[in-house]
Each structure stands twice: as structure tokens, then as C-alpha cells.
């Protein structure tokens, strides 16, 4: 998956990213470790941003919540990732530079299929959540398998809303996939105005 989301981006050392529900850091501490750019990594979890922050060093990590109001000025960034988190399109345009680029990572249908038990496809819905603001570049789909222990299992299960499985969790194989979506901003003429800017 971090191969692929790499690969998507592109991110060299004059890159300035964000990272919007970064969690314990994991994607952007990884990509910055190879790309040497400065990474900014905000999750409203106070214990996941101090995972982050004693994990990778070399970002900087921030307590707040992105679905309200991202507390960087107008362009700061040349990057924006939301991976599997919640998104907020006039926040991440607002942060966004003209010349930037978003990228969306959002699951995929097989996504941890064996404890679901069903597909849904949430690219089109995506899309249309940012086309105000954004155009689609580009997309693809990654995906992994992974054999998990019982208490991996079990997890996965807590984590899932409405998982398939009612029985008690046991070693299995697992699918991990990703649709991921590039985007790159409208200009204020082609969106007809620009996304308004939160308050806070």
C-alpha cells in the first residue's frame, strides 16, 4: 500500500505535506523517511498524534480537528493526503496551493471482504463529493493480503461497523485494498467561485 501511494504522489523534498487524520503517522512518517520533505500530520486523537510524535520526529504533528477547520494559512501546502479519513473538501482546497495535489485514499470493494462480507464501491461517491473544488488525475487500486492471528482478527472486528463475522475471531487470511484518487484543484474559474475558507 505505501508503495503505491508513493508511487501515486511523487513527493520529493520540495514538497510541503499534509497529512488530514494522520492517526499514529504511519503513511506520512514513511513517505517523508524516503522523500525528505516537510510533512504536517493532524489528527483530532490525542494519543495517536503522540504516537506520531515519538514515532517520526521529523514531522510535525498536530491535536485538531480537520472536519472543522485546518489550522494552517491559505496554500501552505504543495500536498494534501486524506487516507482512509474523513474528508473535507473546502478545507483541503482552502490549505491547498493552486499547483497542488490531493490524494485520496479511500477502501476499495474487496477491502477486508472476508470480515464484511460485502463490496461497496465509494469512488464515484468520492468523486463527486470534491468536483466543486476538484478534478480527478488519476486512480488506482492496491491491494494486499496479510494472515492475521486471532487477536489481529479480533481487532479488525472492533473496528469495523457491522462486521460479518458474530463468532468468536480466529486466525485467517485477510484482504487490505485501497481505491486511491488523485486529484488537482479547480481554478476559481472553473469551480465558478472559490470554496469559502472555515472559520475558527
Not at 504536517?40 to 514531522?59: E, K, T
Not at 482546497?93 to 499547483?99: F, H, K
Not at 494486499?144 to 463468532?167: C, E, G
Request: hydrophobic share 45%; proline share 6%.
Amino acid at each position: 500500500m505505501l508503495c503505491a501511494i508513493a508511487e501515486m504522489l511523487g513527493a520529493s523534498r520540495g514538497d510541503t505535506v499534509l497529512d488530514a487524520g494522520c492517526g499514529d503517522g504511519f503513511y506520512l512518517g514513511s513517505l517523508q523517511r524516503d522523500a525528505a520533505f516537510q510533512g504536517h500530520g493532524i489528527d483530532i486523537s490525542i494519543p495517536a498524534v503522540d504516537a506520531a510524535a515519538r514515532r517520526y520526529p521529523d514531522c510535525e504533528w498536530i491535536v485538531a480537528n480537520a472536519d472543522r477547520f485546518i489550522p494552517y494559512v491559505d496554500r501552505s501546502f504543495s500536498i494534501v493526503l486524506s487516507i482512509t479519513a474523513r474528508m473535507n473538501p473546502a478545507e483541503f482546497r482552502r490549505v491547498l496551493r493552486d499547483d497542488g495535489r490531493l490524494l485520496v485514499a479511500i477502501p476499495a470493494p474487496e477491502d477486508l471482504i472476508e470480515l464484511r462480507g460485502s463490496r461497496r464501491d465509494r469512488v464515484a461517491r468520492t468523486v463527486e463529493t470534491f468536483a466543486p473544488a476538484f478534478a480527478l488525475a488519476d486512480q488506482r487500486r492496491a491491494a494486499t493480503t496479510a494472515d492475521l492471528d486471532a487477536a489481529q482478527v479480533h481487532d479488525l472486528l472492533v473496528s469495523i461497523y457491522r462486521p460479518m463475522r458474530k463468532q468468536p475471531a480466529e486466525a485467517m487470511r485477510v484482504t487490505f485494498s485501497l481505491d486511491l484518487l488523485l486529484f488537482r484543484p479547480l481554478s476559481a474559474s472553473s469551480a465558478g467561485s472559490r470554496p469559502p475558507a472555515a472559520s475558527g
